[in-house]
């Protein structure tokens, strides 16, 4: 969070920039939003733009390579003298060009735009929105890559994106992410040894690892998605409760927008489920660790009942099994629950972690009310 408040006297723009610094950009005036859409979606539809047309070469590229291999056969001794110049290699090179460019080109046109005046930034904007809408379909066949229903399919949720600040909410989170990994020490020793009195006992229990080894990875993620789904529920319904409250008691009869209200909502809820997730990735790994410690070969072949499975693709190799990992996973997402439920029910997590959440988004309306004050000045 900036140190310095923007004053009644501040510009608009120092209030609006100080607002999507809260993760709040649906508190700025519509009219301004959709005056700045195409400045502030430059650099996404320029970087889109450039990345299409790369997966545009990389389909040319696999159109080539399956032509060559129907017309001469995998086996052909034709193939050994593909070299650099041949197109199915230069396509694979455009290709890795255009994505390592994509970023790199949409970040160059956001701060460009920045430094330009609100039309030429608008200008710029709207180039490389059309340039997202024809730049691969223009630069290829039409099958090659993104076709126009695509690229139209992503321009307008760009254009829908940039309205409704998702950009904003992006920045805010990673900020967000870097400032619980650096408090994760606290809610560790708070909420884990409690945890694992019960989670232990269930990770070192045969019928679970019975359970999980007859799952398929879609029937895994389809338990842990449950599982997330009630995580998120849970902290809604308890932050849309506590907002209310709150909000009653420091400003009842308070006027907002609909958009508002899912704002301010949507802050403290994404702040929580930021700290379910990281402390579930820091469960998931934890048991990973201790079941390659504590479990052998052996004991998961009698527990389950079957051989054990290695990792296949880019983790083969990795000296932990297919059921651990699916017992993990499912263990992680349980604690990620237990989190959010701690964060309903005990007092001591709730003014611990949970509190200064809900006075960051009374600070914000805070902000929102500075911030109107001034447009009423001006």
């Known amino acids: ?187 560790v020793a708070r909420v884990l040894p409690v945890l694992m009195l019960a989670v232990l006992f269930l990770f070192f229990s045969a019928e679970i690892w019975q359970v999980m080894v007859a799952l398929s990875w879609p029937r895994t993620v389809a338990v842990v998605g449950v599982m997330g789904l009630l995580t998120v529920l849970l902290v809604a319904i308890t932050t849309r409760d506590d907002l209310h409250d709150e909000l009653e008691a420091r400003a009842p009869g308070r006027e907002l927008r609909m958009s508002e209200r899912i704002n301010i909502l949507l802050v403290p809820v994404l702040a929580t489920l930021i700290q379910a997730v990281l402390f579930a990735c820091l469960v998931f790994l934890f048991f990973v660790f201790l079941g390659w410690v504590a479990i052998p070969e052996a004991t998961e072949t009698r527990w389950t009942l079957r051989p054990t499975e290695d990792l296949g693709g880019l983790l083969a190799g990795v000296p932990v099994s297919v059921t651990l990992v699916r017992v993990a996973l499912t263990l992680a997402a349980f604690s990620a629950l237990n989190l959010a439920a701690a964060a ?15 006075d960051e988004v009374v600070h914000g309306l805070a902000a929102r009310e500075t911030y109107h004050r001034a447009r009423r000045r001006g």
């Not at 120092?14 to 939003?33: C, D």
């Not at 970023?103 to 330009?116: E, Q, Y």
């Not at 309903?344 to 809900?358: L, Q």
């Open 1 to 187: 969070m900036p140190t310095t408040d923007p004053t009644p006297a501040s510009s608009h723009g120092a209030h609006e920039e100080y607002l999507r610094s809260l993760g709040l950009p649906l508190m700025i005036v519509p009219s301004t939003r959709s005056r700045e859409i195409f400045i502030r979606s430059a650099g996404v539809s320029a970087g889109l733009a450039v990345a299409t047309s790369g997966l545009s070469a990389l389909d040319r590229s696999n159109d080539y390579a399956v032509a060559l291999l129907e017309r001469v056969g995998e086996d052909s001794p034709d193939l050994d003298d593909i070299g650099l110049t041949d197109p199915i290699v230069l396509l694979l090179l455009l290709a890795l060009g255009l994505f390592v460019a994509s970023p790199i080109l949409g970040w160059l046109v956001a701060r460009m735009v920045r430094g330009l005046g609100r039309v030429a930034g608008s200008v710029v904007g709207l180039a490389s929105a059309v340039a997202l809408l024809v730049a691969a379909p223009l630069t290829f066949e039409r099958h090659d890559g993104p076709g126009p229903a695509t690229t139209s399919l992503l321009l307008v949720g760009v254009l829908v994106g940039t309205y409704i600040g998702a950009g904003s909410l992006v920045r805010w989170a990673a900020r967000r992410v870097r400032r619980e990994l650096g408090t994760m020490g606290h809610m």
């Open 344 to 358: 309903a029910s005990d007092s001591a997590h709730r003014a611990r972690f949970v509190r200064p959440m809900i």
